[in-house]
């Protein structure tokens, strides 16, 4: 284990033993599933991999980008091994592998050394837990990736993370969602499913996600995830919180009929 490694690891566990002493209420709807790469930790694309690559290899950044991401969902969905995908793309470059370069390190050290989780964003799903909301992870994610989200201890952040590698297919197939949901005990309609691509938000949607955001930024996503809970909240409680809300502006209890109109005016 690296020594950043170790210093994530060390920082989300003893997050992690808090959230589970606090967590003692059921699961409660709507259930939220958050990708990971642009949303949870600053990282999109794997374009620093690709620029390491090309310095590394001599060969040009777009050249390395286009090689790499011809192969790079079957890389993520775990059809191919890292082994096989950076040996046939340095062999579609021109190159192959050195002697003391191992074909995984090269696609991780670039993701280690740049890794930074979104604090903001950890917070606000370490806050919905301990408010007793199940919470997801799926993202795209080839195997050696994944790994160091397990050892870093970022893993352990969700009750589950959803791994495209593990599913054996990737966002935006409707395939990926029909193999999470046979595993979540919801329907569709009951989860906020955020993600920072609109392919990806629009695939959701189409799967019937009632709750489909594009992340843009954490105050954006709080008022589109705060709009949700409203709707999911049941109707005597909804109209309850409308009752009160009504009763602060008029300054006086309601009859049935004032309180009426005063949704209808609202």
């Known amino acids: 284990m690296t020594p950043s490694e170790a210093r994530f690891r060390s920082h989300f566990l003893t997050s992690r ?123 795209n994610v080839s195997s050696p990736h994944l790994e160091f989200f397990r050892r870093t201890g970022l893993a352990n952040e969700f009750d589950h993370l959803f791994a495209s590698s593990e599913l054996g297919s990737v ?22 499913f955020v993600d920072d691509r609109v392919e990806n938000v629009k695939a959701a949607r189409d799967y019937g996600i009632r709750w489909a955001f594009r992340f843009k930024s954490i105050s954006q996503l709080k008022r589109d995830i705060d709009s949700a809970m409203r709707e999911s909240e049941p109707p005597g409680r909804a109209r309850r919180q409308r009752y009160a809300e009504a009763v602060e502006r008029s300054g006086k209890p309601l009859t049935t009929d004032a309180f009426s109109m005063a949704l209808v005016l609202d």
Not at 30 to 37: A, L, R, T, Y
Not at 176 to 182: E, H, L
Request: aromatic content about 10%; charged content about 25%; glycine content about 6%.
């Open 17 to 139: 033993t808090v959230i589970e002493s606090k967590t003692t209420r059921s699961s409660r709807v709507p259930i939220f599933m958050f990708d990971v790469g642009g949303v949870i930790i600053k990282w999109r694309n794997n374009d620093p991999i690709c620029k390491y690559i090309s310095g590394r290899y001599n060969r040009s950044y777009a050249e390395v980008k286009r090689v790499c991401a011809c192969r790079l969902p079957l890389l993520e969905s775990g059809g191919i091994s890292i082994t096989a995908f950076m040996n046939d793309t340095l062999h579609d470059l021109g190159r192959s592998l050195r002697r003391r370069d191992s074909a995984a390190r090269l696609w991780v050290l670039p993701l280690e050394r740049l890794f930074k989780p979104k604090l903001g964003m950890i917070n606000y799903v370490r806050m919905l837990r301990r408010d007793g909301y199940s919470v997801y992870a799926l993202t």
């Open 171 to 192: 966002k935006p197939n409707r395939e990926i969602f029909q193999k999470v949901f046979r595993h979540l005990d919801a329907s569709p309609a009951e989860v906020v």
